[in-house]
T-cell receptor, first 114, second 115 residues
Framework: KAGVTQTPRYLIKTRGQQVTLSCSPI?????VSWYQQTPGQGLQFLFE?????QRNKGNFPGRFSGRQFSNSRSEMNVSTLELGDSALYLC?????WGDGYEQYFGPGTRLTVT | KNQVEQSPQSLIILEGKNCTLQ??????????LRWYKQDTGRGPVSLTI?????NTKSNGRYTATLDADTKQSSLHITASQLSDSASYIC??????????????FGTGTRLQVTL
């Protein structure tokens, strides 16, 4: 069974631009979560989607948004990029939404903002 | 405030030696605690997951312990190998009450295994 895939793997953008990252969950998984990882802050939760609905949201500005499609694939968008948005963005999928469901992480998208 | 603290921040050990990583948490209400291994440039991979009622769980050379009374967990690595070099992240889950984040992450322990 294929794991979680994220595209692109690496991305370089300029301040002020916007970016869209994509995540394909493991087949049969319906919940997708997004995380930002930086050396200083570690892993921080962005949002979680289940059945095309955002179920939880972390403490990030409105420039960070996401969506989930009917096939469970998910995208996240960051508008008006800032230097501080440079990070590894990780997507994780699980069978369903709720406690106890194991999360499987993708390899991440390394975003560099210059 | 829900927090997860890990120690040490970094650790260097010789191949073949054992080591123990620590995790203290203040997360409440507690649901489960997970340990992840993250290789450089890759996503985290789950090692163990323990609920409130479990006090030890093993996955090969990795053994995690949990003391829910003192809110402490440890990850013991036996007979370390070069491939164990990675960051180890402790993650505590709260009971899903619809709050912003179910998971609270520690900042990780960076382990380097050398010859």
């Amino acid at each position: 069974k294929a794991g979680v895939t994220q595209t692109p793997r690496y991305l370089i953008k300029t301040r002020g631009q916007q970016v869209t990252l994509s995540c394909s969950p493991i087949s049969g998984h319906r919940s997708v979560s997004w995380y930002q990882q930086t050396p200083g802050q570690g892993l921080q939760f962005l949002f979680e989607y289940f059945s095309e609905t955002q179920r939880n949201k972390g403490n990030f500005p409105g420039r960070f948004s996401g969506r989930q499609f009917s096939n469970s694939r998910s995208e996240m968008n960051v508008s008006t990029l800032e230097l501080g948005d440079s990070a590894l963005y990780l997507c994780a999928s699980s069978l369903a939404w709720g406690d106890g469901y194991e999360q499987y992480f993708g390899p991440g998208t390394r975003l560099t903002v210059t | 405030k829900n927090q997860v603290e890990q120690s040490p921040q970094s650790l260097i050990i010789l191949e073949g030696k054992n080591c123990t990583l620590q995790c203290n948490y203040t997360v409440s209400p507690f649901s489960n605690l997970r340990w992840y291994k993250q290789d450089t440039g890759r996503g985290p991979v789950s090692l163990t997951i323990m609920t409130f009622s479990e006090n030890t769980k093993s996955n090969g050379r990795y053994t995690a312990t949990l003391d829910a009374d003192t809110k402490q967990s440890s990850l013991h690595i036996t007979a370390s190998q070069l491939s164990d070099s990675a960051s180890y992240i402790c993650v505590v889950s709260i009971i899903n009450t619809g709050t912003a984040s179910k998971l609270t992450f520690g900042t990780g322990t960076r382990l380097q295994v050398t010859l």
